[in-house]
């Protein structure tokens, strides 16, 4: 038996970002660890500059995804104005940037994800991980930064309610937070005609081998959503687990 720390990922938009590269910004269907490991972050008050306690969040915790409803698609055809690209030169503010002449339109196209429902459970990989459970639990009841799933446009729909239960897996723990959970008594489960047939778990491939619960490994997948540098926005691949529970 191990301790979880459960919450809810609810939002009515969502943005489960990609790999950002030119015009096209797709999405995931379901967060991204580097996303909700984000989540947290803000929670606790901790700065993209606080290289330690970044790698802390990046490298003492596990995390595994239940996607009950991943949502609907919604693209966003997106405009703005940037001025044009000149060498050492940077801009502090919006408002900088507006008041050059020279102005260019670039467009792109956003992924969104409306009526998005996931649960998560969060467990430290070794002793002495760098914030107790119960300190993650008070952060998200009180969190510092206010918390948004993807982009600042895409506020939680709900409280993310944290919970802490003993389980003998991830895969248990989260499917108990799915039954019996805070967020039955809001009536949601009638309301998510997108929810698929079985339920998805999502983990890293290494805890997924020790996953006793009854499950069906559908396929491993290769993500770049492990957080290698917040300052200099880099992450590396990750090798995620996809079972599904009935």
């Known amino acids: 038996m191990g301790q979880y720390l459960t919450f809810a990922l609810v939002a009515p938009l969502a943005s489960f970002g990609a790999l950002a590269v030119g015009e096209r910004r797709s999405g995931w269907n379901r967060p991204a660890r580097s996303a909700v490991l984000g989540l947290i972050g803000a929670c606790l008050g901790v700065d993209r500059e606080d290289d330690a306690a970044q790698q802390a969040l990046a490298e003492d915790y596990g995390l595994a995804i239940l996607c009950h409803a991943p ?138 081998r020790r996953v006793t619960t009854p499950h069906t490994r559908l396929r491993t997948e290769f993500r770049r959503d492990q957080p290698r540098s917040r300052r200099r926005w880099q992450f590396d691949l990750r090798e995620e687990a996809v079972l599904a529970v009935a």
């Open 71 to 208: 949502g609907r698609l919604l693209a966003d055809y997106h405009t703005a104005q940037v001025p044009s690209a000149q060498r050492n030169r940077r801009f502090a503010t919006r408002r900088e940037e507006l008041a050059e002449r020279d102005l260019n339109t670039v467009l792109s196209r956003r992924d969104y994800r409306s009526g998005a429902w996931h649960l998560a459970a969060l467990w430290p990989r070794k002793p002495g991980a760098h914030w107790p459970l119960e300190a993650l639990a008070a952060a998200m009841r009180a969190p510092r930064f206010v918390p948004y799933m993807g982009r600042k446009s895409c506020p939680l729909g709900l409280p993310l309610a944290p919970e802490i239960a003993e389980a003998v897996d991830p895969v248990a723990v989260l499917l108990a937070r799915h039954a019996a959970g805070p967020e039955q008594r809001f009536g949601l489960r009638p309301l998510l005609a997108d929810a698929p047939e079985h339920l998805l778990v999502t983990l890293d491939e290494a805890c997924a």
